[in-house]
Every structure is written in C-alpha cells, then in structure tokens.
C-alpha cells in the first residue's frame, strides 16, 4: 500500500465534494453568495444564465453570505447564478518545461506555445520555512551588474529591495540581472505592467539569452485585483519547485507595490476598513507572507529582488516602509542620477546589503568602504567644486576624491550589453580603491611638502 500512497491521496482529493451556492447580491467587484461554505482563497466558478462561466475568488465573509471576487466583467451575472466552489486546496502545476514559457496568474500557459504536461502540483499559499531551519546565509550570487557585486553585494537566499520612481531605468537593469546572473534559474514576475510594455521587456530588456533561463509569470494592469495577487504568491510557488530540486533560483518580482495596491482592492470592495494612506490592514498583512517565502533551504535558495514603486520619489511612503522592514537589504534607483544618462541609476551611497559583511572576503569589504567613502565625500564637496568654491590643496584626502572622480564615475557605470563577472567586479573594485589611497599618500606628501616650503 505504501507504494501506491500519493496515487490514493491524489484520488481522494480529486472527489472532494462540490460547494454550490447562489447569486444573492452583485456590488460593484464583488459578488455575495449563499450557501457557499467556502474558505478564504478558495476558487470558484460562477455560472451565468446564457450559458458562460467566470472564475472568482472567496475573499470574505458577511453574515451568512460569501464574498466573491470574479477574475472577469460581472457583466451577465444575475441573482441566482450558481456557485461551485473548485474542490482542495490552491495549487499550481510546476515542471522543469516551464523554462522559457509564459503563464498567467493560474498557472496556465499564454505564449501561444505548446501545452505543457505536468505532474508536479505546489501549493500556492503556503507558510514561510521556519526561521530555525533557514541556513545561513554564506555564498555570493553574480548578478552581473558591477556596482551591485561590488558594492551591495547580495547571497544565495537574500531578500533585496529595487526602490525607484517611475522612469529611472527599472525595468532594464531587472532584464540586466535576469540575462547576467549565475543563478540556474530565473522566476519573473511582472504584476500589473501595462500591457504594451510586456513585449517590449521580453524583447528587449529580457531577450533571448534572459529568456532561455526564466519563467514568466504575467497578470497586466487590466487584470482583476485578485489575478494580480495570486500572481505573485504563483511565482513564488514556482521558485519553491526548483530550490526544493536542488536550485539556487533568482526570483524577481516587478513590482511588490502593484500587489499591495491590488490587495487594497480586495480588501475595500469586501468591506475591509482603509488604514495608511488608503491601504488597508491586510495589504500590509499580506506582505511579509509573501517575501518571507524566498530565502535558503537546506535544499536550494531563492535570491529575491523585489521591486518597489514609490510615491513622489518618497522612499518612507506606507509601502516602501513596511518592505525595507521586512527585507535583507535596498537598492535605491536615483532619478537625479538618471537625469545625467547615469546607467544603472543606483545611488550606492543611499542602498545597503545587509549580509555583504558575511560573504565577502576582508580585502573585498575594506575596498568596497573605500569606495562607499569617497562617494559620500564628493556628495559633500560637489557644490562647492561646481561654483569654484574649493580651494585645491586644502585637504588631500578631499583632492584624492576630486582626482579620481573620473575612474569612480567609469566603475559604476555599466552598459547594457556589458557583463561583469563577479571576480570581475571584485578585482575592478580593489584596483580602484588602491588608486584612490595612493592618490590621498601621495598628495598628503606633496602637501607636508608645501606646508613646510612656506614655512621656512
């Protein structure tokens, strides 16, 4: 009997009793029904009277009625439309054949390819592993962007941050990563873009390269609120298929700020009162139960980069707040820096790793501070050597910055068809640091010089 233990309890998840209730009430994206014993989650399907179905989604209770959200238009929908509730838990179909495909926030395929045949269901809510289980965190991942390695270098299993505006370069630099990283596979999530831009990324930012190694996962702007969640939590479900096959996976989701908006949704239109700006309480709730999913197993890791849309180029608005509280680590996409074609537009001086220390060797991290010093002395003095105000000679470690400001300049620059390999980055860093000291010795000594000249 052993032997034949998952087939059984594939079957007797497979007739689970059916769950039908009735339309009693439509108010505006929601749909309320009776008799439907359903949990919070649970899919369904709503049978029109012309003959048609839409899918929808429990999303609350009231009194002794079920709140449903539709994935589609109500349009069509009357009172005592049937409800069935989809039997078992949320689970979405994984196979290794998802690699190079495009599906939707169900899991089903939309790139106009062939079926693909899986045997393998995860489910897609789930808890997080638990914190005393999780490895620590103590191997590097090439993302192939130089400033990023260099700098905020990020681990097999960190949760990072992407914040920006609107505009800055985000959605190159996330293509940048998925073509250039040395993870074995790549998990995209776009949530919520519009629907022009899809190709665009695909084509362009992605490319063919990107595209060999990733899953899409795909819920446009126009997409019921509840598609777009269940999109992200279907991404992550997928990344958990392939760590737990021995995977090291980059999971990148663009962007966690349209998931929390789409919670938002859901929960005002089930009658969820607004808390921070409009945002409603489980839409904060919602997000550390997404992230703290990605991370490191015993098995596999998944390296998240999450992005993150803020408010007026506010990095403390309600969303970016609560993310950086939950995550590893930010990378803040300057708009000023974007403003002088300064690509990738990443502000070093204004973005943190937080597990760099632990997986980066002693000389790599006293370069790195090397660094991260001379950027923040030239947003110090950079007024002053624009309007002429600094006087050469006054500090030689100030001259140093000025002097190699070119090469800094050059260092965190990137081309986008350029790829750093790590030790690439690595070794480009510690030269540069080196000529960084060597420019302060040098002119600290020839200011000594002049210093004891005038004396005498």
Request: aromatic share 6%; hydrophobic share 40%.
């Amino acid at each position: 009997m052993n032997a034949f233990a998952k087939e059984i309890e594939m079957v007797g998840s497979m007739v689970t009793p059916s769950l039908v209730g009735r339309v009693v009430d439509v108010t505006g994206l929601t749909i309320t029904v009776s008799g439907l014993p359903a949990p919070i989650g649970a899919m369904c399907t709503v049978e029109r009277q012309n003959g048609t179905r839409i899918e929808a989604q429990v999303v609350g209770f009231s009194n002794d009625n079920t709140i449903v959200m539709p994935l589609q238009d109500t349009l069509g929908v009357a009172r005592g439309d049937g409800v069935t509730a989809w039997p078992g838990a949320a689970k979405v179909a994984v196979c290794d054949g998802m690699i190079g495909r495009v599906i939707d926030g169900l899991g089903r395929v939309i790139d106009g390819g062939p079926p693909l045949y899986c045997d393998t269901y995860y489910p897609v809510y789930r808890p997080a592993p638990r914190a005393l289980e999780r490895p620590r965190i103590s191997q590097p991942l090439s993302t192939g962007i130089r400033s990023m390695d260099a700098l905020l270098t990020a681990g097999r299993g960190q949760r990072l941050g992407l914040f920006s505006g609107t505009g800055v370069g985000k959605s190159v630099l996330l293509g940048m990563i998925a073509r250039y990283t040395d993870a074995d596979v790549t998990v995209l999530g776009l949530i919520g873009e519009r629907g022009r831009e899809v190709n665009e990324f695909l084509e362009n930012d992605l490319g063919p390269e990107g595209r060999r190694k990733t899953v899409l996962v795909l819920s446009t702007s126009d997409e019921s609120p509840v598609l777009r969640v269940r999109a992200g939590f279907v991404a992550t479900a997928i990344a958990e298929y392939f760590r737990d096959r021995g995977k090291n996976v980059l999971l990148l989701m663009d962007s966690i700020t349209r998931i929390a908006m789409a919670q938002r949704q859901i929960g005002l239109a089930a009658g969820e009162p607004p808390a921070t700006r409009g945002y409603t309480p489980s839409a904060f709730a919602l997000l550390p139960q997404l992230l703290e999913r990605a991370g490191q197993t015993e098995s596999g890791s998944i390296t998240g980069f999450y992005t993150v849309l803020v408010e007026a180029d506010d990095i403390n608005d309600p969303v970016g707040d609560a993310v950086r509280g939950v995550l590893d680590g930010h990378v803040w996409l300057s708009r000023a820096l974007a403003n002088k074609s300064h690509y990738p537009a990443v502000s070093v001086s204004e973005s943190i790793s937080r597990v760099m220390s632990s997986i980066v060797d002693p000389q790599h991290l006293a370069a790195s501070r090397t660094i991260m010093k001379a950027v923040a002395i030239w947003n110090e003095i950079e007024d002053l050597v624009n309007i002429g105000a600094y006087a050469t000679g006054s500090n030689a470690e100030y001259d140093a910055v000025i002097q190699t400001r070119p090469a800094v300049l050059a260092f965190l620059r990137q081309a986008i068809a350029q790829r750093v390999s790590f030790a690439e980055a690595r070794q480009q860093l510690i030269a540069l640091a080196q000529q960084i000291e060597e420019s302060t010795r040098r002119l600290s000594r020839e200011g000594g010089r002049s210093r004891t000249v005038s004396a005498a």
